[in-house]
């Protein structure tokens, strides 16, 4: 893996996140993958997915999961709940150049292999 692979975070159970997937790969691009429920990312790393992402930071959440564990949009910080409750990310997650989109629709993520590259830094 070097700076320059992209790297999904998916979930293997969600059809959004196969199709992802298979559209990358359609594209050209063979991404690292990265479970996120069997490898949850960290706080830090959270941190750093939220300053490249292309969406605010709170679609992270998927509202139809986190609703009903009690999460309340305003009132939880997204990053504390995503490391207590990495089920109720949004996903899949593309990471590509610096930037970083959900794909939903899977579609979206090829945007990121669009613009010139401004940094190397995935992760």
Not at 118 to 123: H, Q
Request: proline share 9%; charged share 25%.
């Amino acid at each position: 893996m070097t700076a320059a692979d992209p790297i999904i975070l998916h979930n293997p159970r969600c059809s959004k996140s196969r199709q992802t997937l298979a559209l990358l790969r359609e594209a050209g691009h063979e991404p690292v993958i990265r479970e996120y429920l069997k490898e949850p990312l960290s706080r830090d790393e959270l941190q750093r997915l939220g300053a490249q992402l292309i969406h605010p930071i709170s679609d992270l959440v998927r509202g139809n999961d986190a609703r009903p564990l009690g999460f309340v949009a305003g009132q939880h910080d997204v990053l504390e709940w995503l490391v207590e409750h990495p089920q109720t990310m949004q996903r899949p997650v593309v990471i590509a150049r610096g930037r970083a989109a959900i794909g939903r629709p899977p579609e979206s993520t090829l945007t990121l292999f669009d613009e010139p590259n401004t940094t190397d830094e995935t992760s």
